[in-house]
């Protein structure tokens, strides 16, 4: 299925059923008072949060959605029915804007979260609520209000506590790969990744992270080259940033030109993604010598000096525990 991560669908409310005008009508009972029921309430649209979806994809194909009206009261002072809310299913992390205010309506954040997006008109009167001590026989009656009309705009933004962040061909890809049970696309060309994968990294039996890859940056992002930057909004829930950055060529000049040329696209897009933790993360230590990289080692002392630097190879698993078990003591202290 196509990732989609924003969609702008219009949702009505049901509006109220109107209030009947009716007498009583009986044998024997020539002048019965009035018996006009009340209309139904309108029903309501709700939002509702589910682990199991992934995508918005449904929401780019079907665009207004309306709640069931009530229906109208009858006579012998039966209420008309309600009309039945409706129920959207979106993905974990979705959020609700009003399209034409935009204002922020709910973060869904939580499985099962529900959020009544718009409330169902009220129901008319029927006549038999008009009656009074003087106006024995009233022939007045309410009509049901008009449910609400909402244009919403959905923006997903994947819950993770880790984001992985570099140019193509980075490794991203296969790290998580080999340290969660997500099955990316993994191939040797740029933008192999076309969409946000998502990964649980396992510390152990109790203790589990959630990591977030998603397609490589270039410079000229923030200007459409490549993929764009559209989905570096799903970086903005992460606490820690991975910056990986590919060591094959084993030059130490190209490396912080990589690490300045993704920081640039960062500060372009968001000042506030920008300043979150960022842990450069050196990849493919295998495709070079052991003396080549006690020298990057050295030079990158001086490069990043105020960061937390790894050195990883995701084929042969070095580093790999290192890493991991230092988000997990991080995220911890954290929660701590």
Known sequence: MRFIDEAVIEISSGDGGNGCLSFRREKFIPKGGPDGGDGGKGGNINFIAKESLHTLQDFKLKRKYKAQNGRQGKGKNMHGKDGEDTILEVPLGTILINDETDELLCDLTKS???YTAVTG????L????????TNRAPRKTTEGKLGEIVKIRLELKVLADVGLLGKPNAGKSTLISKISSAK?????????????NLGVVKINSYSSFVVADIPGLI?????????????????SRVQILLHLIDVEEGDSEKIRKDFDDIN????????????KEQWVVISKIDKISEDKRKQIEKESKKLFSNK???????ISGSGLDKITQSIGSRLANEKN
């Open 112 to 114: 099962n979260q529900v």
């Open 308 to 314: 937390i630097v790894f050195y990883i190879s995701s």
């Open 219 to 235: 410079p000229g992002a923030s200007d459409g080259i490549g993929l764009g930057i559209e989905f570096l909004k799903h970086l």
């Open 126 to 133: 029927g006549n038999a609520r008009f009656k009074t001590s």
């Open 264 to 275: 640039k696209e960062l500060e372009e897009f968001s000042e506030e993604l920008k300043q």
């Open 184 to 196: 990316p696309k993994i191939a040797d060309y740029p933008f192999t990744t076309l969409s946000p």
């Open 121 to 124: 008109g009220r129901g008319g």
